[in-house]
């Protein structure tokens, strides 16, 4: 098994971010294909299969790392960075949207983070990017992600990417939090993820939230944003579904659509 390397990172920005990754000489980060925004000279670029834990294991081991991501819906491919020169030299990855940078200091999280399966941004050389399934029939059908989640295994960092303003909350023994499925980016192990029904016909029909919640219960941490990619892009399809801009009054409306050509 390889072990994590540790670096050192600043993020940078406030809703749209980047971190920028320290490497001594020899260090090495992952990331995600398309998240490389910049690098210093002296750092040496590879693809390779998966993720880079399993790169002494042969044949087979890559190929089992690489089917892992394609079942989460990510690339079979990764991309090293590794510091060949003197001296410190430096890396940024981009988020891809709107949002905020996490950071996950596995070791101290026991292990282990159990998160959405479009999170994952940038790692350690070592960190395990792997499948989590759902332990719940139900939750799997109606939780929103499907039965299968992404789990970031090591003792590094890693760094995930969410939609908004993130919330990290402390759950206590027994404690329970209900969120939007859509809302949850990632939590450790020992939180109980289930789904709940929303209570009462006029709710699900008419509240526009849904016929179900997330329910989670501690002990553990979680993570949530405030505005999932997928509620986004929604809304940006029922805005230019209808061919202008979402009335708010007619007067006003009506003038924004005469100013814009498009009366």
């Not at 809703?15 to 992952?30: G, M, R, S």
């Not at 081991?61 to 990510?74: M, T, W």
């Not at 399809?237 to 007619?250: C, P, T």
Request: hydrophobic share 40%; aromatic share 10%; with cysteine.
């Amino acid at each position: 098994m390889i072990s994590n390397h540790e670096i050192d990172y600043k993020i940078y920005g406030e809703e749209l971010q980047f971190v920028e990754i320290e490497l001594d000489p020899n260090e090495t980060a992952i990331a995600e294909s398309g998240a490389f925004m910049m690098m210093d000279n002296g750092i040496e670029m590879q693809t390779m299969f998966g993720d880079g834990s399993q790169q002494q294991g042969g044949l087979l081991g890559k190929l089992l790392s690489a089917g892992k991501r394609l079942i989460v819906g990510e690339s079979l491919f990764m991309t090293a960075f590794t510091n060949a020169g003197q001296g410190k030299k430096r890396v940024s990855f981009a988020a891809p949207y709107t949002g905020k940078i996490i950071v996950f200091d596995l070791q101290k999280l026991g292990g282990k983070i159990i998160a959405q399966k479009d999170a994952f941004l940038c790692a350690a050389k070592g960190v395990s990017i792997g499948i989590e399934f759902q332990k719940r029939l139900g939750t799997g059908i109606f939780g929103g992600e499907g039965f299968i989640m992404e789990k970031l295994e090591g003792d590094g960092l890693a760094f995930a990417h969410a939609g908004g303003y993130i919330i990290e909350r402390e759950l206590q023994p027994g404690e329970i939090l209900k969120v939007d499925t859509g809302c949850i980016v990632a939590y450790t192990p020992s939180v109980d993820f289930d789904i709940e029904m929303v209570r009462g016909i006029k709710n699900w029909m008419f509240g526009g939230e849904g016929l179900f919640f997330a329910k989670l219960q501690g002990p553990g941490k979680v993570w949530l944003q405030s505005l999932p990619i997928s509620r986004l892009a929604g809304r940006i399809m029922q805005y230019g579904s209808f061919g202008g801009r979402k009335e708010e009054g007619s007067i006003l409306g009506g003038l924004g659509n005469l100013l814009d050509g498009r009366e």
